[in-house]
């Protein structure tokens, strides 16, 4: 059974940074095009990062680009979100997602599977 955890989430000012990590069991996240994905209260899903599993190619919105940064490490089996100059709007449960050998990017139902989330409060 595959299982992702995230980890990282907390309360931040506006400008700071934080990093969120989320660790797979139950398989290698080497075959996996790894996402990070945002929701806030009222709102729809969000795609924030990914990363594909054949080269490790990124890609992100155009809104994000340049303050967020995914990284994975197989060996850890753990996929990292660096956030750096955090606004208010990024307020939100970060969620964690992994798609099987495939290259889903932002479409959140492509993936299959989901962790839990993790809270980030961004205060102005």
């Known amino acids: 059974q595959v299982q992702l955890v995230e980890s990282g989430g907390g309360l931040v000012q506006a400008g700071g940074s934080l990093r969120l990590s989320c660790a797979a069991s139950g398989t290698t996240i080497s075959s996996y095009t790894m996402g990070w994905f945002r929701q806030a209260p009222g709102k729809e899903r969000e795609f924030v990062a990914a990363?594909?599993?054949?080269?490790?190619?990124?890609y992100y919105p155009s809104s994000e680009r340049g303050r967020f940064t995914i990284s994975r490490d197989n060996a850890k089996n753990t996929v990292y979100l660096q956030m750096n100059s955090l606004k208010p709007e990024d307020t939100g449960v970060y969620y964690c997602?992994?798609?099987?050998?495939?290259?889903?990017w932002g479409k959140g139902d492509e993936y299959d599977y989901w962790g839990q989330g993790t809270q980030v409060t961004v205060s102005s």
């Open positions: 990363m594909n599993w054949l080269d490790s190619s990124t």
């Open positions: 997602a992994a798609a099987y050998k495939g290259f889903p």
